[in-house]
């Protein structure tokens, strides 16, 4: 993984700021998830790398393994509420506790004028993104409750604030997870949790595949990022997502952190 | 800004909808559900007789369903049906929202994410139509016209309200007019400056 010699590494931290904390990832077997992943185990969390594919997720665990760390692959599908139920079961069942859920799958983003757009991939987004959070939360609640550091953390995008000209109905689903947070944020304050958000631009194997078949477009994201590149998803997308794991973020709930070099200067 | 002789669709059954199109019918607009000549289309669904306050962990798939996804599969048909009406000419699609979604809700995730989500789709569509003509943006209101039970959400600001009587229609008779048209995925706020 090429990692950016300006871009702090984990090694720059003090290590162990999630030792004896029990993370879920969702979307862990590639990408943001992946990176997310990576970065809360080495900062000492267990770590459950929930993949709808035991082929991308269980390279992933036995990778955190063997650098030391302390990981497994559950399969896990959210768009099916049982899936989501039965990842919280297990990891509950194998590590005794669940301090943080961070729900970042995600499917159906394909480029379509709205009227064209095939019903289908509107259900994969709706599914992925909206219907995800709400079972994710759902299943979390009374674990992240008993905690004295219950986190839920969803992954959102730019593209939730902006709109979006070429993927319409992206926007809308990215959209609902801010509006969650910060429902559940209020309604979870009460149980001592904490909801937030992350908006991330990063270099995932979805970004590379737009960039094979828009050659121009990583141009066009750097030049219009003020930090001059795409961020990383262990070292850049990971430090936020620690941040919002760790007691450093103990006072901030329903909010969205938008981590992309500086692109989106909206709010 | 004058909508007189306007061809408006209202798309929504509870309240909402009907004191909109009533105060746009009083500004001369005609209230219509025919495609032809259709000028604007306005999304009204939000009902306080549906939109009841449910915690997150005992809510159904049958009312997030409900809430998130039936509202924005409306929305969604709502967009492209007006579209189609308009058949290349110029128009004006409104779509309203409670500001519940740019504050959340405590017992109102299902509905922030459906006001949300149809905010954000008004950008999108903005967006993709708007080098046709088509002019789309949005109306937050003030939400204790529409939630069942505005006390439980939560405040939306600790401020005092700015405005004593947030009524929406003359935004929305703005929003409804061939001057709108200038504006592309922009949000006017009724709710008497409570969200700022």
């Known amino acids: ?27 862990a077997g590639q990408g943001v998830g992946e990176g997310i992943a990576r970065r809360l185990a080495g900062e000492g969390a267990a770590v459950v790398i929930a993949a709808r594919r035991a082929e991308t997720g269980e390279p992933i665990a036995a990778a955190i393994r063997d650098e030391g760390g302390e990981a497994v692959c559950i399969v896990t599908d959210v768009t099916a509420r049982a899936s989501v139920e039965a990842c919280v079961a297990s990891t509950v069942d194998q590590f005794g506790r669940l301090d943080v859920l961070v729900h970042n799958a995600f499917a159906g983003g394909v480029a379509s004028r709205l009227e064209a757009t095939p019903p289908d991939a509107w259900f994969q987004m709706s599914y992925t993104s909206a219907w995800g959070s709400f079972w994710c939360a759902q299943a979390a609640h009374p674990h992240l409750a008993a905690s004295d550091q219950g986190r839920l953390i969803l992954l959102t995008s730019p593209s939730g604030f902006e709109g979006s000209a070429n993927i319409p109905l992206y926007s809308p689903a990215k959209a609902a997870q801010r509006a ?88 | 800004m004058s909508i007189e002789g306007r061809h408006i669709r209202i798309v929504g059954q509870g309240a909402l909808a009907h004191s909109l199109a009533a105060s746009l019918r009083e500004s001369g607009a005609v209230i219509t559900d025919a495609s032809d000549a259709l000028d604007a289309a306005v999304f009204a669904p939000w009902d306080p007789s549906t939109m009841v306050p449910r915690p997150l962990v005992e809510l159904t798939d049958e009312e997030f369903g409900e809430a998130w996804q039936q509202t924005m599969d409306a929305a969604i048909a709502m967009c492209v049906d007006a579209r189609e009406a308009f058949a290349g000419r110029a128009g004006n699609i409104v779509l309203t929202f409670p500001t519940t979604a740019f504050v959340g809700g405590a017992m109102y995730a299902h509905w922030a994410a459906a006001a949300e989500g149809v905010h954000l789709l008004t950008k999108s569509v903005a967006r993709q139509w708007g080098p046709e003509g088509i002019a789309v943006n949005a109306l937050a209101i003030d939400p204790a016209l529409v939630l069942a039970d505005p006390v439980a959400a939560g405040p939306v600001s600790i401020a005092q309200p700015a405005v004593a009587d947030p009524d929406p229609a003359d935004a929305l008779a703005f929003l409804c007019s061939p001057a709108a048209r200038k504006l592309a995925g922009q949000t006017l706020t009724v709710d008497g400056g409570l969200w700022m």
Request: charged fraction near 15%; include cysteine.
């Open chain 1, 180 to 267: 969650i947070a910060k429902s559940l944020a209020r309604e979870w304050g009460a149980d001592g949790i904490t909801v937030n958000c992350i908006a991330p631009v990063a270099e995932t194997p979805a970004l590379a595949g737009a960039f094979e078949q828009v050659p121009t477009l990583r141009g066009a994201i750097e030049a219009r990022t003020p930090l001059g590149r795409i961020g990383d998803p262990t070292t850049d997308i990971g430090g936020v997502a620690l941040f919002l794991a760790s007691a450093d973020s103990a006072y901030v709930s329903g909010q969205t952190i938008v981590c992309d070099g500086g692109s989106f200067l909206g709010l």
């Open chain 1, 1 to 27: 993984m090429d990692v950016n010699e300006n871009s702090p590494t984990a090694n720059d931290q003090p290590a162990g700021r999630l030792t004896d904390r029990v993370v879920i990832v969702t979307g």
